[in-house]
């Protein structure tokens, strides 16, 4: 089936590997496959925020997590201040880091005491 034409607002799309997509979807299929343009990658560490442009974006739909309209409105009353990317980034990996390791230590207590499975992978929490 063809792509289906859609012209919306600004919309916040979260991916399987966490992250977070702000974009106009454009368009989308079957598959939940969509296209956004103006599209920007939001990190976020404490009361900042930084995007890093990537324009036109294809997403394969088995990567969305969450699909949602931005209300504009709202969105400039939020009290986050923007800041460099290449400034937030470090912060934004160590943060990903430190909690990958207390998933893992979730992880092995489950399967140590509680006899839970190890299988699974990134993103399979969802």
């Known amino acids: 089936m063809p792509f289906h034409r859609h012209n919306s607002g600004k919309m916040l799309v979260i991916l399987r590997d966490g992250?977070?997509?702000?974009?106009?979807?454009?368009?989308?299929?079957q598959f939940a496959n969509l296209v956004l343009e103006d599209t920007v990658e939001r990190i976020?560490?404490?009361?900042?925020?930084?995007?890093?442009?990537?324009?036109?974006?294809?997403?394969?739909?088995e990567n969305?997590?969450?699909?949602?309209?931005?209300?504009?409105?709202?969105?400039?009353?939020?009290?986050?201040?923007q800041v460099d990317y290449r400034l937030l980034e470090p912060y934004v990996k160590q943060d990903i880091e430190q909690?990958?390791?207390?998933?893992?230590?979730?992880?092995?207590?489950?399967?140590?005491?509680k006899g839970f499975c190890k299988e699974g992978g990134e993103g399979d929490g969802y």
Do not use: C, M
Not at 19 to 29: A, E, F, I, T
Not at 99 to 113: H, T
């Open 99 to 113: 909690k990958k390791q207390r998933d893992d230590a979730k992880s092995k207590v489950l399967y140590d005491k």
């Open 19 to 29: 992250r977070k997509l702000h974009g106009v979807l454009r368009s989308y299929d």
């Open 64 to 81: 969305v997590v969450l699909l949602g309209e931005i209300d504009l409105d709202k969105e400039d009353d939020v009290p986050l201040r």
């Open 44 to 61: 976020h560490h404490g009361d900042t925020f930084a995007e890093n442009w990537h324009g036109l974006f294809l997403i394969r739909g």
